[in-house]
């Protein structure tokens, strides 16, 4: 795909469309937030594969949970927007090795969504990371704004 310059809440409102009804099959609350009118230079179809992958990893870390709930929601700074994808899940064991390529603490899982979010995110300028502070588990995709 070809870098477009893309305002942040089509990709959010793309990524509503796509992960509304997962998130509803699974019983999960999902709470989108659209953003200001911000720009990026996006591989939309790529970010959106890389964002789908935080999404469905979110669901699936809050499977033993009670009350269910994944978030979505997008921030800028002067330089960059994040996208930040949190669950009410226990959180990562090993925050590092879930970057590993073929980590997975799940029976089905092939542990390449993390790595392969990671590497969309570096395609365009930008990074993943993993916060955990008294709360949700959260994963930032940042990446550069532009004008």
Known sequence: GAMTKTPTAEVI???ERLGAPLMKAAGVRFVCEAPPPIWIEADVDL???????LLINAL?????EADRQVSF???ADETSVSFLISDSGPG???SEAAFVPFY???PQGSGVGLTLSR???AA???RLQYQRNDGPTTFVLRIPRVE
Do not use: F, M, P
């Open 124 to 126: 365009h300028g930008g």
């Open 13 to 15: 409102a793309r990524l």
């Open 73 to 75: 929601r997008c921030v």
């Open 119 to 121: 590497q969309i995110a």
């Open 92 to 94: 990562l064991v090993d």
């Open 47 to 53: 970010l959106e594969q890389a964002l789908l992958n």
């Open 104 to 106: 997975t603490t799940k």
């Open 60 to 64: 699936d870390a809050t499977a033993s």
